[in-house]
């Protein structure tokens, strides 16, 4: 392995040793199969690549200042998993075999966690997807479940900053009893284009309102909304809004220093009686919010007039990052540490 610069590390894929397989077939899962192949084989049929069956999770591994690695709250990412599963009409891997998935892939990809002054964290990505060859809409029968891992930089290259976000109106991220509280690919793909035009308009993300009466909050991109208002953490309830971890890690930790926590619908306005606010999720746990434009009104919601993250906003970011990495008590029991 060429030596890699750690601390020049971006956000995206790079080859390891190995990853971790299981297949389920005659209603019932087999034993986990370690792989050193990257390439996936597949019927022209699966119904992953006809019908959308396929959920996915991301979480990380952590080097610690005493050495060890730390994985955080994998149980909720396998829970998680196991609700994608039921929203698209997949077989569920137990949540011991996705821990224990977890647990393999890590240990036996050690050498590219990369060490504690870098910044940067073992990505883990989870994979199921239905591999039944069929025509005709309905449940495979035969799944595939896939896990590998890679190491990422840090999210925020320039430090931890606030970025401007943008309202669309153009597009919904979810229908409201459809299947954005699932983490599929589906819901992804619908969202690419929403992103490519905010990204050329200059914004870092777009802002979603909810599909049913474009009023309250949704979602910011492919992460959480969460706003301080006083000494009131508020985050958006929803039937279309993705279970963040980040998000309900957060809320806890918020609770712990002293603020009330909220979980309402938040209509767009209420954004002016915001101090801070961020989109949070397991790549940068917390990116903090400089502004929200709203293009069609004419509107802009400013949350960082002199463009550095609010005081709660880092209280908390610092918090997470302090228990996923060791450096602060796990009291809360999130976090595995790996012999």
Same mark, same amino acid.
């Not at 309250?216 to 039937?239: H, L, M, R």
């Given at each position: 392995?060429? #030596?890699?610069?750690?601390?020049?590390?971006?956000?995206?894929?790079?080859?390891?040793?190995?990853?971790?397989?299981?297949?389920?077939?005659?209603?019932?899962?087999?034993?986990?199969?370690?792989?050193?192949?990257?390439?996936?084989?597949?019927?022209?049929?699966?119904?992953?690549?006809?019908?959308?069956? $396929?959920?996915?999770?991301?979480?990380?591994?952590?080097?610690?200042?005493?050495?060890?690695?730390?994985? /955080?709250?994998?149980?909720?990412n396998a829970k998680r998993l196991q609700s994608s599963c039921d929203g698209i009409a997949m077989a569920?891997?137990?949540?011991?075999? /996705? $821990?224990?998935?977890?647990?393999?892939?890590?240990? *036996?990809?050690?050498?590219?966690?990369?060490?504690?002054?870098? @910044?940067?964290?073992?990505?883990?990505?989870?994979?199921?997807?239905? =591999?039944?060859?069929?025509?005709?809409?309905?449940?495979?029968?035969?799944?595939?479940?896939?896990?590998?891992?890679?190491?990422?930089?840090?999210?925020?290259?320039?430090?931890?900053?606030?970025?401007?976000?943008?309202?669309?109106?153009?597009?919904?991220?979810?229908?409201?009893?459809?299947?954005?509280?699932?983490?599929?690919?589906?819901?992804?793909?619908?969202?690419?284009?929403?992103? #490519? #035009?905010?990204?050329?308009?200059?914004?870092?993300?777009? /802002?979603?309102?909810?599909?049913?009466?474009?009023?309250?909050?949704? $979602?910011?991109?492919?992460?959480?909304?969460?706003?301080?208002?006083?000494? =009131?953490?508020?985050?958006?309830?929803? =039937?279309?809004?993705?279970?963040?971890? =980040?998000?309900?890690?957060?809320?806890?930790?918020?609770?712990?220093? @002293?603020?009330?926590?909220?979980?309402?619908?938040?209509?767009?306005? #209420?954004?002016?009686? /915001?101090?801070?606010?961020?989109?949070?999720?397991?790549?940068?746990?917390?990116?903090?919010?400089?502004?929200?434009?709203?293009?069609?009104?004419?509107?802009?919601?400013?949350?960082?007039?002199?463009?550095?993250?609010?005081?709660?906003?880092?209280?908390?970011?610092?918090? *997470?990052?302090?228990?996923?990495?060791?450096? $602060?008590?796990?009291?809360?029991?999130?976090?595995?540490?790996?012999?």
């Amino acid at each position: 392995m060429n #030596e890699i610069d750690w601390s020049n590390l971006s956000f995206g894929y790079m080859k390891t040793d190995y990853n971790v397989r299981c297949k389920y077939a005659n209603g019932a899962w087999g034993e986990l199969e370690v792989h050193t192949d990257e390439q996936v084989t597949l019927h022209m049929a699966a119904t992953c690549l006809h019908y959308g069956q $396929e959920a996915f999770e991301g979480l990380k591994a952590f080097r610690g200042r005493d050495g060890k690695i730390r994985i /955080f709250r994998m149980d909720e990412n396998a829970k998680r998993l196991q609700s994608s599963c039921d929203g698209i009409a997949m077989a569920k891997l137990p949540v011991e075999k /996705f $821990e224990e998935a977890v647990v393999r892939a890590v240990k *036996l990809n050690e050498r590219f966690i990369p060490p504690y002054e870098s @910044g940067a964290s073992l990505y883990i990505r989870p994979l199921l997807i239905g =591999t039944s060859a069929q025509v005709g809409v309905k449940p495979a029968a035969e799944y595939e479940f896939i896990l590998f891992v890679t190491p990422v930089g840090p999210y925020f290259k320039g430090g931890f900053q606030t970025t401007p976000f943008v309202v669309t109106r153009k597009y919904d991220r979810a229908a409201p009893l459809g299947t954005g509280i699932y983490k599929i690919g589906g819901n992804y793909a619908a969202s690419l284009n929403a992103g #490519e #035009e905010a990204h050329r308009l200059g914004y870092s993300n777009v /802002f979603y309102l909810d599909a049913k009466e474009r009023k309250y909050i949704d $979602e910011c991109g492919a992460a959480n909304f969460f706003g301080i208002k006083g000494n =009131t953490y508020v985050t958006p309830k929803s =039937t279309s809004i993705l279970p963040s971890i =980040t998000n309900k890690s957060l809320m806890v930790l918020a609770e712990d220093l @002293g603020l009330t926590v909220e979980r309402r619908p938040i209509a767009l306005e #209420e954004l002016d009686t /915001f101090d801070e606010a961020g989109a949070c999720g397991t790549a940068a746990v917390i990116s903090p919010i400089e502004r929200i434009d709203d293009l069609d009104n004419g509107k802009s919601y400013v949350f960082a007039k002199d463009g550095k993250p609010g005081p709660w906003c880092e209280k908390l970011y610092h918090k *997470l990052r302090a228990i996923q990495y060791g450096d $602060e008590p796990d009291t809360h029991g999130w976090v595995t540490v790996l012999d």
